[in-house]
T-cell receptor, first 116, second 111 residues
Framework: EAGVTQFPSHSVIEKGQTVTLRCDPI?????LYWYRRVMGKEIKFLLH????????ESGMPNNRFLAERTGGTYSTLKVQPAELEDSGVYFC??????????????FGSGTRLTVV | GQNIDQPTEMTATEGAIVQINCTYQ??????LFWYQQHAGEAPTFLSY????GLEEKGRFSSFLSRSKGYSYLLLKELQMKDSASYLC????????????FGQGTELSVKP
């Protein structure tokens, strides 16, 4: 089966601009997670979708970040306007049943965002 | 609060054994994961523990003690390709299965 796909793989934008990241989960996976790793820090949870609904968005840094998952398939994460501290690697992961067992999460390769 | 600690860097020799420790203090616990991540690639699943004890999978083993909030990942017969970042992550009991990560341990395997 195809894995989790993220694009772009890299993005360099100027402060104040808008960027949209996309994640295509594994087909049939209802659960989709966004994480972010800022340089030198641990990977941190941003939010969790179940199908098209936001289950938990407690990790979203502020209202400059907007995530959507229309139709419960792919998801987008928009940053508007981007700030320097938004630079980092944004990971997406999907799961069929995240509460059971250890095999449920598949990660994408991430989008490296650089805000200059 | 949520806190997961692991060493930042480790170095080991090809063919040797290395143990990467992880201690955690989290408000909930529903399993501990170890992932391997090569630079620029996706984290890939290595092991999972939810009960105390040792789980063995080929050259990789992982141990968990829930009472001590402690886990380790053991890598045997190290190969150069094992040079990577190793991530310890705890699954939250509530909150839909999100993972709480440690900072990762950068392992360098030398000839």
């Amino acid at each position: 089966e195809a894995g989790v796909t993220q694009f772009p793989s890299h993005s360099v934008i100027e402060k104040g601009q808008t960027v949209t990241l996309r994640c295509d989960p594994i087909s049939g996976h209802d659960n989709l997670y966004w994480y972010r790793r800022v340089m030198g820090k641990e990977i941190k949870f941003l939010l969790h979708f179940v199908k098209e609904s936001k289950q938990d968005e407690s990790g979203m840094p502020n209202n400059r970040f907007l995530a959507e998952r229309t139709g419960g398939t792919y998801s987008t994460l928009k940053v508007q306007p981007a700030e320097l501290e938004d630079s980092g690697v944004y990971f997406c992961a999907s799961s069929q049943d995240p509460g059971q067992g250890g095999y449920g999460y598949t990660f994408g390769s991430g989008t490296r965002l650089t805000v200059v | 609060g949520q806190n997961i600690d692991q060493p930042t860097e480790m170095t080991a020799t090809e063919g040797a054994i290395v143990q990467i420790n992880c201690t955690y203090q989290t408000s909930g616990f529903n399993g501990l994961f170890w992932y391997q991540q090569h630079a620029g690639e996706a984290p890939t699943f290595l092991s999972y523990n939810v009960l105390d004890g040792l789980e063995e999978k080929g050259r990789f083993s992982s141990f968990l003690s829930r009472s001590k909030g402690y886990s380790y990942l053991l890598l045997k017969e190290l190969q150069m390709k094992d040079s990577a970042s190793y991530l310890c992550a705890v699954r939250d009991l509530l909150g839909g299965g999100k993972l709480i990560f440690g900072q990762g341990t950068e392992l360098s395997v030398k000839p």
